[in-house]
């Protein structure tokens, strides 16, 4: 740690952490708790109380230990379901590598107790609801710090326990905070960041699975590949439209269903085939902004007051608003949920006779057999429901801590529906890839193309044809799990390059 991350290491929370600079004393700068150099003046929140608190009330420093407990015993307010274990585990590497910025007057030690923590599997459980996102995630990070002090409750090999039991297991002792290093803990925007870099990783990853799900439906209903021509996308100049044209010229090259009705007459295909090098480009562009936000703010220090050692200041400030955050979790969710949209109307098209020429719903044997219909209603009512999710919340505010705290981000809100449009996403393109392949077996002998049949046979060895009606559930979550494990792109960029 010392070293910026990158978006990557997010997703490796789970690994060990080392901290080189905390295992070297004289190479890290002397931070003493802010106290000590600050005890006899009157800074917001190290010697003083929090928010409206704070206006004038000077706490004397046989009360700052105290102070530092009250403050996280009082914000552990959260409620709901425990955040996904992944997402408290980036939290934690969030909080350590902010500390380590040397912005927010802690001992050393505070980081490397998170270490520690994290390298043992002592993961907090934190309730997902209660954060508005300024000042940061106040009462998610309150129950991450609650485990630290042997309060709370945490994930210790597979079991939830007390957090003084799980501590006390991995043979780790509770730790006492000292001025200023509760509110530090509780500071920052680390759990909505966690959400949202966990969440870009898995939306870039289906931005190349979108246009093989796109792909193989445009060849499996006959379409047309003149809308993907390089002249085309080079008269509008968008960098991401002609990648992705090219993304699916090289997946379509060398298909004998492509070649098999090259003189059939049709001029043009249904938008959601025609418009997918201009539709799956823009979602890249939007995804572009929001790799630029979180990667500085997974690098930023969102803590309040800041601590300038070296100047001997502390100034109050607001780097803790997560509006940053929640702007770019909106448009994400936005983006992905548009994503979403043009492979459900595909999918449809697919489910369609008249559109594809093929069986109805793709049944082999419709009447006695419903085929993918209802795996079409399931991603129908996905993509409903993320529009409902794609309201934004960056847009909202209110009130709080009695008008001190009077305009918030919503960035936790922002981030935790841009996820579950993500999860949802996930599942819609899963299922157009199901069909694609299914509308595939209708083809005949006819080969497709290169990128296209290298994704039918990572499909295909995971999950057979559907010759009669089977539980489809089932093979939704094998879609899915092949998503997630990145092996359908593999096999696709072995065979046609990056």
């Not at 710090?145 to 210790?156: D, Q």
């Not at 509110?183 to 909505?192: E, I, S």
């Not at 979403?340 to 109307?345: D, V």
């Not at 960056?394 to 922002?414: L, R, W």
Request: proline share 5%; glycine share 8%.
């Amino acid at each position: 740690m010392g070293r910026p991350a990158g978006v990557a290491n997010a997703d490796r929370a789970g690994e060990r952490v080392g901290l080189y600079l905390l295992h070297q004393p004289h190479q890290f700068p002397h931070l003493p708790s802010v106290g000590e150099n600050a005890i006899s003046h009157r800074f917001t929140a190290p010697t003083t109380h929090l928010g409206a608190q704070g206006i004038g009330v000077h706490i004397p420093p046989h009360e700052l230990e105290e102070l530092q407990l009250n403050l996280v015993l009082s914000h552990a307010c959260g409620t709901g379901a425990p955040i996904p274990m992944p997402i408290a585990r980036t939290t934690m590497l969030l909080k350590i590598n902010s500390l380590c910025s040397g912005y927010s007057g802690t001992r050393p030690e505070i980081a490397q107790f998170l270490v520690d923590m994290l390298n043992r599997g002592v993961i907090p459980c934190i309730p997902e609801k209660g954060s508005v996102g300024a000042s940061g995630d106040l009462a998610p990070l309150a129950h991450m710090t609650l485990v630290m002090l042997g309060l709370g409750e945490a994930w210790y090999e597979g079991e939830i326990l007390s957090g003084r039991k799980a501590l006390e297991r991995a043979g780790i002792p509770a730790i006492k905070l000292a001025a200023k290093e509760g509110l530090a803990l509780l500071n920052g925007t680390q759990v909505m960041t966690a959400y949202a870099a966990l969440a870009l990783m898995r939306a870039q990853n289906l931005l190349k699975l979108a246009d093989i799900a796109g792909a193989i439906t445009v060849e499996s209903l006959l379409g047309t590949k003149v809308a993907f021509d390089e002249r085309i996308q080079q008269a509008r100049g968008f960098a991401e439209q002609l990648k992705v044209a090219e993304n699916l010229r090289k997946m379509m090259a060398d298909s004998e269903i492509v070649e098999s009705h090259k003189n059939c007459g049709k001029v043009q295909d249904a938008y959601s085939s025609r418009c997918i090098p201009q539709v799956h480009s823009a979602v890249r562009q939007a995804l572009n902004y929001v790799e630029q936000i979180i990667k500085v703010e997974i690098n930023a220090n969102t803590d309040n007051p800041t601590v300038f050692y070296q100047d001997y200041e502390v100034l109050s400030g607001g780097n803790f608003h997560g509006q940053p955050i929640s702007l770019a979790c909106d448009t994400m969710a936005i983006a992905m949920a548009q994503l979403a949209n043009i492979s459900e109307r595909r999918l449809e098209n697919m489910m369609d006779p008249v559109q594809s020429g093929l069986p109805p719903f793709l049944a082999s044997a419709s009447g006695t057999n419903s085929g993918f219909m209802i795996a079409q209603v399931t991603a129908a009512a996905l993509v409903s429901e993320n529009k409902v999710l794609s309201h934004p919340a960056s847009v909202d505010s209110i009130p709080t801590s009695a008008n001190q705290e009077d305009f918030v981000s919503m960035g936790t809100h922002a981030a935790r529906k841009a996820f579950e449009i993500i999860e949802n996403a996930e599942t819609v393109i899963g299922i157009e890839l199901l069909a694609g392949c299914q509308a595939l077996d209708f083809r005949g002998d006819l080969k497709p193309g290169r990128g296209t049949g290298a994704a039918y046979q990572a499909v295909r060895q995971a999950i057979p044809s559907m010759h009669r009606d089977r539980l489809l559930q089932k093979d939704i979550n094998t879609i899915k799990q092949l998503i997630k494990e990145n092996k359908i792109v593999n096999a696709v960029e072995n065979a046609v390059g990056t």
